[in-house]
T-cell receptor
Framework: LAKTTQPISMDSYEGQEVNITCSHNNIATNDYITWYQQFPSQGPRFIIQGYKTKVTNEVASLFIPADRKSSTLSLPRVSLSDTAVYYCLAMDSSYKLIFGSGTRLLVRP | EAGVAQSPRYKIIEKRQSVAFWCNPISGHATLYWYQQILGQGPKLLIQFQNNGVVDDSQLPKDRFSAERLKGVDSTLKIQPAKLEDSAVYLC??????????????FGEGSRLTVL
């Protein structure tokens, strides 16, 4: 599975759009890019997954360029409740997820 | 739909004692995972089951950790004897067939272990 690299922490303010970029230079052809969110004292929760181009759901958008060496999670108009750790992961057909340290997002009022 | 159930939520033991954690995955989920999450770190995969067979246990410290998934449903993770560095949250997750198309694993709330 490809190793992913993402910023350790980010700060934002309520109502702003937050973009978290993840680098995955060694991503394999069969790997999907998956993002999870984790609040304190809870297990991680799936946000979104994509293979290439753009994916959007009710929570976030995921942008993956053609070379697939990076991806960007976009959270529109964040609120205080979006303060959490966000993990970028690669998933292959073995259904295995290997977590890194994630990005700690702090949303300020 | 019921989520992934784990118990106990909290456990405090002394080093060299043993402990067991239980997980009941979402009904119909063939794949089950145990992760260890140390404070401030991301979850680390310990073992992955497909039905009742082990897919990957390369990160499981087999001298003290064991896990089983009888009948391909519930699973238990045991630590014997516990060390101080085993203090962590033990997360169980499950996924449905075809998950590679969605990327969605469902996690329980975890079992927090403190080893004194």
């Amino acid at each position: 599975l490809a190793k992913t690299t993402q910023p350790i922490s980010m700060d934002s303010y309520e109502g702003q759009e937050v973009n978290i970029t993840c680098s995955h230079n060694n991503i394999a052809t069969n790997d999907y890019i998956t993002w999870y969110q984790q609040f304190p004292s809870q297990g991680p929760r799936f946000i979104i997954q994509g293979y290439k181009t753009k994916v959007t759901n009710e929570v976030a958008s995921l942008f993956i360029p053609a070379d697939r060496k990076s991806s960007t999670l976009s959270l529109p108009r964040v609120s205080l409740s979006d303060t959490a750790v966000y993990y970028c992961l690669a998933m292959d057909s073995s259904y295995k997820l290997i977590f890194g340290s994630g990005t700690r997002l702090l949303v300020r009022p | 739909e019921a989520g992934v159930a784990q118990s106990p939520r909290y456990k405090i033991i002394e080093k060299r004692q043993s402990v067991a954690f239980w997980c009941n995955p979402i009904s119909g989920h063939a794949t089950l995972y145990w992760y260890q999450q140390i404070l401030g770190q991301g979850p680390k995969l310990l073992i992955q089951f497909q039905n009742n067979g082990v897919v990957d246990d390369s990160q499981l410290p087999k001298d003290r950790f064991s896990a089983e998934r009888l009948k391909g449903v519930d699973s238990t993770l045991k630590i014997q004897p516990a060390k101080l560095e085993d203090s962590a949250v033990y997360l169980c997750a499950s996924s449905a067939p075809g998950t590679v198309d969605t990327g969605e694993l469902f996690f329980g709330e975890g079992s927090r272990l403190t080893v004194l």
